[in-house]
């Protein structure tokens, strides 16, 4: 008894999480004239692709698409970079880093204190990355919840391995390159999918540091599009495709668009994000 | 005469450390110093060295702003109830995913329950927005039944409500990850004692999982206390609309409408700093909490 309330409870909460992207799918692939008519549930009414393939000819879709994977990428790689570079010397201990602490509490500092909003995007507009692509990059590239974690990580290397490569000869930064780097494959391809994931979800940043739009990574664009009530979305060019699609089957594909990503690295995050949330469900 | 000197073995450990210190310095530590905007009347063009100083007046008028209080009590009570309902839903779907016996099962349904929470509050307001509109699937179901369309968004009365609806929607999967973790450590002897004692699947809850995850519920509750005026700047700013101000607003927008939009910059770090003030002090006091309880600690 128990045990059949309880999965059907489950089977309704993961229809509930399921459903959403399904009716989006949905909406996407019907005629216009159906979807007005509220006739699209759960699936496709009067099948069709021209929502898509309006987007595919959409220029500043992909323009935006593009930038946002070159923010992924980027963005990934710079912030991986910082991340190790701090956690390293953090990860060692007093004795053999005399101001280890100091460092430390340098990196705890800014997770308690923060100058918000305003002071923020003034330091970013005096350091001259208005429009860049980097305001999206290097104001959050090192998360003291990412360091902590890699030098949390670093830290349960055993010593032997570091002592006998100083024997040989080796400094520090071939100890990182070759020894730990080597040795935290796991933890840093979490840190990756994790970055990636954020930079790629992130849009609000775009909206306050790009004045202008064609600068936009594709979340940022897509909430302007998203919450600018429709109209003028359509272009006299396009005036045929009416029959056919309509402000909300568009919207929905290219909301549908842009999760595809998330769709498809799911998969690998969920492998790690577990022992990720255990080490640091503190984060926030 | 010993200088300051550094061993030649560290001075690698220094110079790696120089990128990651400087990026912090620039993007950290010196927007701290541009709090002093709240105490000038702030001009972009005469930057914070030839602005005038007010003292304390920018705080001043915001006693005096009718929209500040309702803000501040928005952001409380939308903060308060996520905070009390994700945590119930989380504890409680945790418990009851514990309960499920197929394997097979309780993969697929973890798999699925995480997946809301790595979507943006663009996608899942875009398609909020949608299935809550006039003519979205919520209205065509609701016109099925026979009732009148609602607009959802656009209630002020229901804006707060769907504001934790929504978020519990998206979180609870991910939050009960922390919360099985803690039930997976408790001793099997306990149950297999409880059942000889008779008791039924709901008393065994009742009396041995949930005393046993005390603790680490305390702590959860404890560390999100620090976080009672972030009510979800994402969240809200994708989902409201100048209809729904008056239940929606929360202070993170608010500043972001009044400094970014309307170029208030002064007004808009005031309220920004009483925000910071109050959260750090509410932060450092669950952390402070948490250790006591728990013996929890990030670092």
Redesign the interface.
Known sequence: MFTTINGLFFILFSLSCLVPMIYVLAVSLSSSTAVTAGEVILWPVNFTWKSYEYILNKGEYWRAMWISVLRVALGTGVSMMLTILMAYPLSKSKSSFKHQPVFAWYLIITMLFSGGLIPSFMMVKYTGLLDTIWALILPGAVSVFNVLLLSNFFRHIPKEIEESAFMDGAGHFKILLKLYLALSMPILATLIVFIAVGHWNAWFDGLIYMNDQTNYPLQSYLQTILVKSNSQVMTQAHAKLLSMVSDRTIKSAQVFIASIPILCVYPFLQKYFISGIMLGSVKE | MKAIKI?R??L???I??I???L??F??????????V?SFQRFEPSLGFFRSEWVGLENFRRLLYIPDVKGVVLNTLFIASMKIVVETVAAIL?AI??N???SKV?RR??Q??????Y??????????????MSR?G?I???L?KLGFEPIVFLSKASLFPYLLVITET?QVT??GT??FL?AITTIDPTLYEAAVMDGAS??KQIIHITIPSIRTTIIL?VT?SLG?ILNAG??QV??LYSPLVYSTGDVI?TW??RM??QQSQ?SL??AI??F??VVS?IL??ASYYFARKFSD?R??
């Open positions: 061993p073995k560290q690698a450990l220094y790696m450390l990128p990651p210190v990026v912090l620039i993007y950290a530590y010196l927007p701290m110093l541009g709090v905007m779907v009851l995913l309960e499920i016996v099962f697929s349904v798999t699925i329950i995480y997946f809301p790595f979507l943006s509050w663009v996608i899942l307001g875009g398609i909020f927005r949608d299935m003519e699937l209205n065509v179901l016109g929607w999967g991910f990850i922390v973790a699947r709901f959860m560390l976080y700047f994402e700013l994708m993170d500043v972001y400094g970014l910059y808009a770090s920004g700093l925000r910071s750090l932060i450092s929890h990030i670092f």
